[in-house]
């Protein structure tokens, strides 16, 4: 695991745009996986002023979101539908076509968890996975102890993400209980991934992630198995 610590929240979010912008320079029809949070916040405006300031062009780019609340409307603000039109999609020049993100809306969600995953194979696959990581130990919605499921699926959300989350809605109460993400396996066919650990709530999953071992109690710990993975920190994450 090629790891990149920074000082502080900022370097962090400027060394993650620059890592996605080299792979859209390379390859202008990359296929990203996306993630949502507090974490990547940085990373998405920084890249809304690459492409503004510095004409990096998304117009090839495909993404394919982590994982959405469910159920959820589109334009509930809580929604990563809303999230990501709000801090990236809206930003920059990406034909709104290539933007997928699981349908929280949706009558049937085995369907559309299954479609998703069609979707990613008949893209060609994913070049690029950006992650987050849970308190946890989760990446995506993929939450510790549960069995590992290869593909995109439904899961139940554990007590302690609703807790982290309910800092985004009124009350826990009002936190979804359940979400579609991503598999294990459909990340960990990604090409290459890029995971971004900020704050000191994050010191001991990254603490597991660094150490090297594997454990379904840590699903982010899974990413050791991956032959190329870089990890950005920042100094009160170590
Ligand atoms: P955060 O969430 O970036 O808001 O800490 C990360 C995650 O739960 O994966």
Request: hydrophobic content about 40%; glycine content about 8%.
């Amino acid at each position: 695991m090629n790891m990149i610590r920074c000082g502080d929240y900022e370097a962090l979010s400027h060394a993650a745009a620059e890592f996605v912008a080299r792979q859209i320079k390379e390859k202008p029809s990359s296929v990203l996986g996306l993630p949502t949070g507090a974490t990547p916040l940085g990373m998405y405006s920084r890249l809304v002023a690459l492409c503004r300031n510095e004409a990096l062009d998304f117009s090839g780019v495909t993404t394919f979101n982590l994982d959405e609340y469910y159920p959820i409307k589109r334009d509930d603000r809580q929604s990563y539908y809303y999230f990501m039109h709000t801090h990236l999609f809206s930003g920059v020049n990406i034909k709104k076509e290539n933007v997928h993100i699981p349908n929280g809306e949706t009558a049937d969600p085995e369907a559309e968890c299954a479609g998703y995953e069609r979707r990613i194979a008949q893209s060609g696959g994913i070049d690029l996975q950006v992650l987050g990581i849970g308190q946890n130990g989760h990446i995506g919605f993929i939450e510790p102890g549960e069995a590992l499921e290869s593909a995109t699926h439904v899961t139940a959300l554990t007590p302690n993400t609703i807790a982290a989350n309910a800092r985004f809605f009124e009350s826990a109460a009002c936190v979804p209980t359940k979400a579609l993400t991503m598999g294990i396996g459909t990340i960990m066919r990604a090409r290459k991934i890029l995971i971004l650990v900020s704050g000191k709530e994050k010191t001991a999953p990254l603490q597991a992630l660094a150490d090297g071992k594997i454990t379904p109690k840590i699903p982010a710990t899974i990413l050791n198995a991956h032959g190329d993975v870089t990890l950005i920190t920042d100094q009160p994450a170590f």
